[in-house]
Structure formats: structure tokens, C-alpha cells
């Protein structure tokens, strides 16, 4: 039975007056309900079939909670950040802050940085590309975390200028 067949048959069983029907097939059972002083029908489905043919099940609207958004609390970030530069991945490709791992960092937090210094390595396809900064300044905050994925355009470092 498809779902076009059973909608129907509840609009027949509601329109018919009856109080109950119970419909038993190989694989299907159903149970309809009404009540005849509200005219409210009510419909019990059970499928059972075997395990490999799942069908997907109806999911009865649930609740939720409103979201929450503090403005006035991320505003001052915003401003905050917007007279720093943002060093972003020109390619996609695994993150890294050492050019080996018994070599130390390119760069740390506060750390000041010119133009052409490396700041990190973001490996791609088994090749190593430096990444340089264009611009001089001091590293404010490193966005990502060693080691981690990239994306292009993906935020890196934060640097201000000044």
C-alpha cells in the first residue's frame, strides 16, 4: 500500500461513520479510529517488513527552543576585529606551523612579522607550500589549529597592521 492508497482509505472510514477498521496485509497493518462526537480521525500505522527494505518514517513536528543572539555582546568583537588583517589559505590543503616536526613554530601570538616571512606550511598532494605574509605587522590570534584541514579563503592569522 502506498501512502496515496491509505489517505484515502482514512477519508473513507471518516466519511463512513465507522468507529474502527482494522486492515491486516502481508506486511502492513493498520488500525483507524474515530470518534464520532468531534469528528476526529484517528490513524495507527505499523509496517513490519524484513530488515533490508527500511522505509523512511514520518516524524511528528517537534518543538524547539528559540535561539538566543547576544548583539551587543559580539559587537565589540566585530569592531574590535575590523582594524586587524586577515592572513587567509590560498589553497586547500592540511595546515601546518612547523616546517618539520623537530623544527620550531614559523611564528607565535605577538610574534612581529614582515612582509615575505613565513608563517606557516599548507601541505597539498604531498607538496609542502610556504605560505608568506604580505603585509608587516604583529600576529594577533592564529586561527587554526596544527595539523588541522584548510579551506581556500579559509582565515589563518590575524595581524595587526599598526
Do not use: H, W
Not at 492508497?5 to 493498520?30: C, H, P, R, T, Y
Not at 586577515?86 to 614582515?114: C, L, N, Q
Not at 604580505?134 to 588541522?148: A, T
Amino acid at each position: 500500500m502506498d501512502l496515496k492508497e491509505i489517505q484515502n482509505l482514512i477519508k473513507f472510514v471518516a466519511n463512513s461513520g465507522v468507529a474502527e477498521v482494522k486492515l491486516e496485509m502481508d506486511d502492513v497493518k493498520i488500525t483507524i479510529r474515530t470518534t464520532l462526537e468531534t469528528n476526529v480521525t484517528e490513524a495507527t500505522y505499523v509496517q513490519q517488513l524484513p530488515a533490508q527494505a527500511a522505509l523512511p518514517q514520518a516524524v511528528a513536528p517537534q518543538q524547539t527552543a528559540p535561539v538566543v543572539v547576544n548583539v551587543s555582546a559580539e559587537a565589540p568583537a566585530a569592531v574590535e576585529d575590523s582594524k586587524f588583517i586577515t592572513i587567509k589559505s590560498p589553497i586547500i590543503g592540511t595546515f601546518y606551523r612547523k616546517p618539520s616536526p623537530d623544527k620550531p613554530v614559523f611564528t607565535e601570538v605577538g610574534s612581529t612579522i614582515a612582509k615575505g616571512d613565513v608563517l606557516c606550511v599548507i601541505e597539498a598532494m604531498k607538496l609542502f607550500n610556504e605560505i608568506e605574509s604580505e603585509v608587516s605587522g604583529k600576529i594577533v590570534k592564529i586561527l587554526v589549529d596544527d595539523m588541522s584541514p584548510v579551506e581556500f579563503d579559509q582565515p589563518l592569522f590575524l595581524v595587526d597592521p599598526s
